[in-house]
């Protein structure tokens, strides 16, 4: 990953109105708590707040404002990120809620879709993996105005996440 595909995907996420904090893995905890309304429900390999069911029943789902996921890779020219359909329900935590905070580290930008396909082919052969591509809140035209929220989250944030070491304390795109 490349600084100009970090600042591509910032600049589009911005386009798309989504809100990006970036930090260390060690302030990821931090950042989510930040960005996570309550209640919240997550599934992610990174560190959660105590406070975002990580476990998640049905109703747990229905009642959750925010879900937390990772995702699998970031397309810097589209903004997109990569979420996987997997056993732990990683899409349904990142679809049925109000807020998705997204959890991506830098590592996994790739510059186009070029590049996420030639990352996603050998496990869809392979894994047979499931693979949504999202892109900013979700919006629909289909009933006359733009409607946000009819088919997913209405809002998207963000939290890219550098190795420790990495840059300095956490930033916010409020800041």
Avoid at 18 to 34: K, P
Wanted: charged share 30%; net charge negative; with cysteine.
């Amino acid at each position: 990953m490349s600084l100009a595909d970090r600042s591509t995907f910032k600049r589009r996420l911005d386009d798309l109105g989504v809100a990006v904090s970036e930090g260390s893995e060690s302030a990821c905890r931090d950042l989510i708590a930040e960005a996570a309304g309550a209640p919240a429900v997550g599934v992610s390999d990174a560190p959660l707040p105590d406070r975002v069911e990580t476990d998640p029943t049905t109703a747990d789902l229905r009642a959750a404002h925010t879900g937390v996921t990772d995702a699998e890779i970031g397309v810097a020219t589209y903004g997109s990120v990569a979420i996987e359909s997997d056993a732990a329900g990683t899409e349904p935590v990142s679809l049925f809620v109000d807020r998705h905070v997204v959890v991506l580290r830098e590592r996994d930008l790739v510059p186009d879709m070029p590049d996420a396909f030639d990352w996603l082919g050998p496990k869809a052969r392979e894994e047979s993996a499931d693979v949504v591509f999202a892109t900013g809140p979700s919006a629909t035209a289909d009933m006359g105005g733009l409607v946000h929220g009819a088919h997913g989250p209405k809002e998207v944030h963000v939290v890219l996440l550098r190795e420790d070491g990495e840059g300095t304390e956490p930033e916010s795109a409020d800041e």
